[in-house]
């Protein structure tokens, strides 16, 4: 089995897309600092020039500039069966609830608010970049194990070594993830779930959402997780949960289906963000 030989978490070449040349400066100081690569560009047309000649790790893209704006480079990537599985990251002023939604639609992952916070910036980026190394690993190593394991032995062998690289992939992802099979039992987590909940594998494991929470909350999490294996993809939504220490945190929940080599859905992988001090920020921001 090949594994990616470069760090899964930091690092990586990210192409950097907005009209504005300040916002060009401060994000590629603030990346380069951070050891990533950058590649600047001024319009969609360049960029979508950019990634033809080279495909970035990651975009960061200006959802509005003028001629081509975000959504359309968006769209055009999105449709580019090389360029499809980049993670697009927009920028966006914080209130454009719309342009949001839009987004999404088109294809993007996530969102990062002006004025940039670096400390953020930095969080999301790492966190989708691992995500997805995380998927392509997982879609090239489903390939190879269709291709050259033709015996059982064999094919237990190479899954055990998979799941052992996968799980030491996802206990160095910062943030908390967790991932559950098709019936919503939880299947493992790494460390920093466990730290931020104060949670326990033997009390999680192979347990669903209606044996560990109250069943008003319960019911919420199954129809959340049912609506996301029907409709396959990618879900995320903000909500309130408490911390191991009993306070209310603001949460982002990313979660994604992934399938087997066959493509049948197997189950679904969470990672939270907490975004508690941004919803603080922004309260701040909007009240003066």
Same mark, same amino acid.
């Given at each position: 089995?090949?594994?990616?030989?470069?760090?899964?978490? &930091?690092?990586?070449?990210?192409? #950097?897309v907005d009209e504005t040349k300040a916002n060009l400066q401060l994000l590629s100081d603030i990346l380069s600092d951070a050891g990533y690569k950058v590649r600047p560009a001024s319009n969609g047309e360049l960029a979508l020039r950019s990634v033809e000649a080279k495909l970035p790790d990651l975009i960061l893209l200006d959802i509005k500039m003028p001629g081509m704006d975000g959504l359309e480079v968006c769209r055009q990537?999105?449709? %580019?069966? /090389?360029?499809? =599985?980049?993670?697009? #990251?927009f920028i966006s002023i914080l209130e454009d609830?719309? =342009?949001? +939604?839009?987004?999404?639609?088109?294809? @993007? &992952?996530?969102?990062?608010? *002006? !004025?940039?916070?670096? $400390?953020?910036?930095? @969080?999301r980026v790492k966190t989708h970049l691992s995500i997805n190394r995380l998927q392509l690993n997982l879609k090239s190593q489903n390939a190879e194990l269709s291709k050259e394991i +033709? $015996?059982?032995?064999?094919?237990? $062998?190479?899954?055990?070594? =998979?799941?052992?690289?996968?799980?030491?992939?996802?206990? @160095?992802? !910062? +943030? !908390? &993830?967790?991932? /559950? %099979? /098709?019936?919503?039992?939880?299947?493992?987590?790494?460390?920093?779930?466990e730290t931020f909940?104060?949670? +326990? *594998?033997?009390?999680?494991?192979?347990?669903?959402v209606f044996d560990i929470n109250p069943p008003e909350l319960a019911e919420i999490y199954h129809a959340q997780d049912a609506k996301l294996f029907n409709d396959g993809g990618t879900q995320r939504y903000d909500s309130q949960v408490k911390n191991a220490h009993g306070n209310l945190r603001e949460i982002t929940f990313n979660k994604s289906v992934f399938t087997d080599n066959k493509g049948t859905v197997t189950g679904l992988i969470g990672v939270l963000i907490d975004i508690t001090e941004q919803k603080r920020a922004e309260k701040a921001l909007r009240e003066s």
């Open positions: 089995m090949s594994i990616i030989e470069h760090d899964s978490i &930091v690092g990586g070449e990210i192409l #950097i990537l999105k449709a %580019d069966e /090389k360029a499809c =599985s980049i993670p697009i #990251i609830v719309r =342009s949001k +939604t839009k987004g999404f639609q088109a294809g @993007a &992952v996530d969102f990062i608010t *002006k !004025p940039f916070h670096s $400390e953020e910036l930095l @969080a +033709t $015996e059982r032995k064999q094919a237990e $062998e190479a899954l055990q070594e =998979s799941e052992a690289f996968l799980k030491t992939l996802i206990d @160095a992802i !910062p +943030t !908390p &993830v967790f991932y /559950k %099979d /098709k019936d919503g039992k939880y299947l493992g987590f790494n460390r920093a779930f909940f104060g949670e +326990t *594998k033997e009390r999680l494991i192979g347990k669903s």
